[in-house]
């Protein structure tokens, strides 16, 4: 008994000895219960982008016209350079007139560079002189678009497979169409007509 009859307060926690520090069992219990929790929020994590990435990978049927579009999934894509990553996957742009294709005459079909999916075709190409290929017309169902992030621009990117290829404006009256897909040579491959 303490003084004036009252009960000794006990002790509740016990002290362990970690390392060359103390911890109360109090102390112990909330570390492991953090260390339990930031495992579930892994795991959780893991889950949910792996349901994104099966999600997005189930899109609906293919348009007639690209039937030769084989779906790749992420793990079968093409492999990219740094400078094709910084453009196709983190949405970059390559510095105008240094394009590959900016000056192609010849016939032929332009494709993703990630997916190989069919997104243009030669006919469509022509001189907007704004320093990258431009194409007034898509293949049917090939190209998607989206509002860019900057509230100014429409962005489209492979219907196929996300993939950045860069911005379409309308308006400016170079073709009848009345469009131009201003598109980065570093986001395609050129497959020439066969002769």
Request: charged residues 25%; aromatic residues 8%; glycine residues 8%.
């Amino acid at each position: 008994m303490g003084e004036g009859g009252e009960k000794p307060m006990l002790q509740t926690s016990v002290i362990f000895r970690h390392g060359k520090s103390f911890f109360s069992g109090s102390v112990v219990y909330a570390l492991n219960l953090m260390m339990i929790m930031w495992r579930f929020v892994v795991l959780c994590m893991v889950l949910l982008s792996v349901s994104a990435v099966s999600c997005a990978q189930s899109k609906g049927p293919v348009s007639p016209e690209r039937k030769d579009t084989v779906k790749k999934n992420a793990m079968n894509y093409n492999k990219l350079t740094a400078e094709e990553e910084r453009i196709i996957v983190h949405k970059g742009t390559e510095y105008p007139g240094t394009g590959k294709y900016l000056n192609n005459k010849e016939t032929g079909t332009y494709t993703c560079k990630r997916c190989d999916a069919p997104l243009y075709r030669s006919q469509d190409k022509f001189e907007s002189h704004c320093g990258w290929p431009s194409f007034d017309d898509e293949i049917k169902g090939a190209v998607k678009r989206i509002p860019d992030p900057d509230g100014r621009r429409v962005e489209i990117i492979c219907a196929n497979c996300g993939a950045h290829l860069g911005h379409v404006f309308e308006g400016e009256g170079f073709t009848a169409k009345d469009t131009r897909h201003c598109v980065n040579s570093l986001s395609m491959n050129f497959v020439p007509a066969k002769k």
